[in-house]
């Protein structure tokens, strides 16, 4: 596994770099070597703030966490994965194709997605600060649009901390 890690307001030392590379081994055998993770550690006025995204074959997984030190936070953040990893199981195991999965965890039922509402929208070009005005006026938490500067279908949503974010398509095929 490719790992990256990035520091915001802070240069993370060398333990916590060991620290990520021997808690990644375990989803590290899940993935393959094809996968890449990026660790994200961001020092605020109380707390750590560790985000980890691990990427492969277009899926993503992604946890953050906070904590009094960095390497709690981290340690979180890894076990949040597995969590994710463990009650996704089923569908990962059809997607990624791997029999290493039923040597990580034991088997969990795969609960059934109950789609309660179905709902269309008209897309008309609008720009991103448009886009959140109106996010904002719903009173939603996000917004899907037709960006109007890139003509590619976007989202703008509300981010927990503070701001807001945007997403758009990779279009890679």
Known sequence: ????????????????????E???????KLFGEEAAAKIT????????IVEVTVTKSGMIFRAEESAENMIDAL???VDSLIRQIRKNKTRLDKKLHSAVLDDFME?????????????TISLKPQSVEEAILQMNLLG???YMFLNADTDEINVVYKRNAT????IAPDNYK
Do not use: Q, W
């Not at 990256?4 to 916590?16: A, H, L, S």
């Not at 021997?22 to 590290?28: E, F, T």
């Not at 059934?112 to 509402?117: A, L």
């Open 1 to 20: 596994m490719n790992i990256t890690i990035v520091g915001r307001k802070c240069n993370p030392r060398e333990d916590f770099r060991l620290r990520a």
């Open 22 to 28: 021997k808690r990644l081994s375990k989803i590290d």
């Open 41 to 48: 550690a961001t020092v605020e006025k109380t707390c750590h």
């Open 75 to 77: 340690d979180e953040c």
């Open 107 to 119: 088997p969990v039922d795969e609960e059934d997605f109950d789609i309660i509402r179905e709902k």
């Open 140 to 142: 939603h938490k996000f």
């Open 163 to 166: 701001g807001y974010g945007v």
